[in-house]
Each structure stands twice: as C-alpha cells, then as structure tokens.
C-alpha cells in the first residue's frame, strides 16, 4: 500500500512557539492531502484539506491563521501550528490519496503535539 | 448530535469469542462506509470498505443498512491481535467529507 511519513513524530514546545509538522507522501504523488486532528478518546476530526498548489480548504471551526498548511509540491505538505497553546496539544494526523484509491485515505504516522 | 455515533466500549472479550460493533451515522447523503482500525497512540489502517450487500473478510464481517443508517462489524474467533479501537467512516461524495466515529475500543484477553 501507499505509504505516507510525517515528521516529526513526537514534539513538546512552550507556549507561544511554532511547530511545523510535515507529510509526506514516499511512492505516489498526492494532489491532495487531509490534516486531522484527534483529542484523547475523541473522534479524528478533519482540520483542513491541503491542495497542491492552491490554498488549503478550512472546515469550519479552524482558524486558517493559526494553522497554516502549505502544500508546494506532490508529495509535501507542513502543517504550521504558530503561537501554540497548551489547548492546542494533540495528536495531529494527515492522510493522502492514490489516484486510483478510490475513497481509501492513507494515514501518516500522526504527530504528537504537547505544548507547555 | 454527533454525525458518526458508536458505542465506546470498551468490550473485553475471551480469544475465540464472536463480537459485533455497531455504529449509526446521521447524514442520509453518505455514499461510502469504512471500518478502520487503530491501535494505541498510532495512525488509523483501513481494515474494511463496507458494501450494502454485506462483505466479509476472513474473521470480519461489515453489514450496512441504508434505511436505518446503521453499521455493523462482525469479528469471529478473535485473537489477542484483535485488540484494538474500531472507528466507523461514513464519506460524502469527496474524500473531504469522511466522518470518523470516536471509536470502539475492544481487549481480547487469553
């Protein structure tokens, strides 16, 4: 199967830092990428949808401010959490599709995100 | 109301035993169904698409009833392997639109 990465996996900061968190997609190239987002015991809830070459499209609820996605090629997408607060600790997840897939959503890894 | 409901469980089962999961989703407009599985602190790995007619893997089946909105997963002879939590998957028309439930956590004790 298609096989996505994400770095990094585990990441403790301050509050008010920066974090960018890259997908990234290793044998297909994926002109569209997903960024999750999954609290303790909690359903994963889909944060934006990241297009390559285009701006990422927010579900609402999310601030595009804070969340910055940029996708500047096919098999890369970052996902910058800024100013981060302890609110913001999660475990942050991305999935890509294969052309051809058909609805199957690969998942990275997932990123944990703990801010102090 | 939540879009994709399941029971959190968790269900501790004996190995060999049989064990169904249900889940409901609220939007009529889906199109696909998907079981995923996950294990602790991991990412989420497809374990099965879910047809209307019904579809079986190996120890796993998927039922899916449209007119009442409903899932089912079926898991026979289960193995220590199996613990884990199931998340139920209910897509609109774009891979955009998929719909996890907060899935249902299953221990299978020896």
């Known amino acids: 199967g298609a096989v996505v990465s994400q770095h990094p996996s585990r990441v403790i900061c301050k509050s008010g830092t920066s974090v960018k968190i890259e997908c990234r997609s290793l044998?297909?190239?994926?002109?569209?990428m997903f960024w999750y987002r999954q609290f303790p015991k909690q359903s994963l809830m889909l944060m934006a949808t990241s297009n390559e070459g285009s701006k990422a499209t927010y579900e609402q609820g999310v601030e595009k401010d804070k969340f910055l996605i940029n996708h500047a090629s096919l098999t890369l997408s970052t996902l910058t959490v800024t100013s981060a607060h302890p609110e913001d600790s999660s475990f942050y997840i991305c999935?890509?599709?294969?052309?051809?897939?058909?609805?199957?959503?690969?998942f990275g890894p997932g990123t944990r995100l703990t801010v102090l | 109301r939540k879009e994709v409901e399941q029971d959190p469980g968790p269900f501790n089962v004996p190995e060999g035993a049989t064990v169904a999961f249900n889940c409901t989703y609220s939007?009529?407009?889906?199109?696909?169904f998907f079981w995923y599985r996950q294990d602790c602190r991991k990412e989420p790995k497809l374990l099965m698409s879910?047809?209307?007619s019904g579809n079986e893997d190996g120890r796993f089946t998927a039922q899916l009833n449209r007119a009442s909105q409903y899932i089912s997963l079926l898991i026979r002879d289960s193995k220590l392997s199996d613990s884990a939590t199931y998340l139920c998957?209910?897509?609109?028309?774009?891979?955009?639109?998929?719909?996890f439930g907060a899935g249902t956590r299953l221990t299978v004790k020896p």
């Open positions: 998957v209910a897509q609109g028309y774009n891979n955009n639109d998929m719909r």
């Open positions: 879910v047809y209307s």
């Open positions: 999935s890509a599709t294969t052309p051809g897939s058909y609805n199957e959503q690969f």
């Open positions: 044998d297909f190239q994926a002109t569209t």
């Open positions: 939007n009529s407009a889906s199109q696909s």
